[in-house]
């Protein structure tokens, strides 16, 4: 059913692309700036149809380029934005995701992950980009990249996305994949709370008192909205509290160290993961998104032969949980992460493990997903 504001509220069957696309307007994303790319479009689709309902504003941008640009620009004036992509859109928006967070603007950048590199097979999956999300941008900073299993979480986590990038005033990723992106599952969408969803710290002082870049103890500036009378002055450029380029080392070692602590010293407010089996596991399963629905079967079938396994799901993969990793590697034997790519988030297991765990890789090139046997199989392997 839909209320008289136009949300959803109920259980429906659907894709996660829809889902997610619902998500966005419970969580109150009122403009949404796309382009069409296979296996993402049916996001920018269902908010074509979805945001006129709400009051909101959708725009076919020429390319993504302009979109990732058209949703800051959304943000500054006070609304809630999104876009979503998939590879090689998601490379062109590497720049202006750059821009985005040297200005601390909210928003969501949706990633459908399909097969690459380049063309690659746009309609089947990959999850090839997640060092891309990482470090796509140039410099050096933060991100936070959620990675939804499941069109519910594809809802569900579309609003913690909105929620986590106004509380700390940065891009935040959903880094899905063309599997759960294509998949109808149930889902179950709520009206959510007003004291639920998050919004900008917005200035306490007057105008003439307000400093755009000016932050307290949570190293996180109030943020003016263009048109309520505060003047403010956004740039790229390494700036100052007020907002006015600087050209010094002195002004870029203390910008860049904010904008990175503000993500860094706040980990316990950002980090989410699913534990299944770890408090006797002596093999870890660390997976991701549609990965970790395949590696929780095999845990269950490796538990059935007597094999202590286990499985960390990654919920939020940036940043990474370097302290969780740690603490499994001084109890586990090795770890084994399954990906739809040539090693990626492996290299961070490895790293955290620092040798104290083995981190055994299990590839799939894209295209399709693991079997659970496939898993298993390393599973057992790892177990002698």
């Not at 307290?216 to 309520?228: F, I, S, T, W």
């Not at 904008?259 to 002596?282: F, P, Q, T, W, Y």
Request: glycine residues 10%; proline residues 6%.
């Amino acid at each position: 059913m839909m209320s008289v504001d136009g949300l959803m509220e109920g259980e429906f069957f659907m894709n996660g692309d829809d889902a997610c696309a619902e998500g966005a307007i419970a969580a109150g994303c009122r403009f949404f700036a796309g382009y069409p790319i296979t296996p993402a479009t049916e996001v920018a689709e269902r908010m074509s149809r979805r945001l006129p309902e709400v009051g909101g504003v959708y725009i076919q941008m020429e390319d993504e380029i302009a979109s990732m640009n058209a949703i800051l620009g959304a943000s500054w004036a006070g609304v809630k934005s999104m876009t979503s992509t998939s590879g090689p859109g998601f490379s062109l928006m590497m720049e202006n995701l750059g821009l985005g967070i040297m200005l601390e603007t909210p928003c969501v950048l949706v990633n459908i992950q399909r097969a690459g590199p380049s063309t690659g097979i746009p309609t089947l999956i990959g999850q090839g980009d997640m060092m891309q999300a990482r470090w796509g941008s140039h410099g050096h900073y933060e991100i936070i990249a959620v990675v939804p299993d499941s069109p519910q979480e594809m809802f569900d986590l579309t609003i913690t996305a909105f929620n986590l990038s106004e509380q700390f005033r940065i891009p935040v990723l959903i880094m899905s994949d063309e599997v759960v992106g294509h998949m109808s599952e149930k889902v179950v969408m709520r009206q959510v709370a007003p004291e639920d969803l998050v919004t900008r710290p917005r200035p306490a002082v007057p105008p003439e008192e307000y400093s755009p870049y000016l932050s307290g103890d949570d190293l996180v500036p109030p943020m003016a909205v263009a048109g309520e009378g505060y003047r403010f002055h956004v740039t790229g450029l390494t700036h100052d509290e007020r907002g006015y380029p600087v050209m010094t080392a002195e002004a870029q070692d203390k910008l860049v160290r904010r904008l990175v602590d503000k993500i860094r010293l706040n980990k316990k407010h950002i980090l989410r993961m699913e534990e299944v089996g770890l408090d006797d596991a002596e093999i870890v399963v660390c997976a991701y998104g549609i990965t970790s629905r395949v590696a929780k079967r095999a845990v269950q079938l490796a538990r059935q032969e007597g094999i202590r396994a286990g499985l960390l799901r990654l919920i939020v993969v940036w940043p990474f949980p370097e302290e969780r990793v740690r603490e499994l590697a001084a109890q586990a034997g090795a770890f084994i992460v399954p990906e739809i790519n040539y090693g990626q988030i492996v290299l961070e297991v490895e790293r955290c493990a620092a040798g104290r765990a083995r981190s055994i890789l299990l590839p799939h090139m894209g295209g399709g997903v693991h079997h659970p046997e496939t898993i298993l199989e390393a599973i057992r392997e790892a177990a002698v």
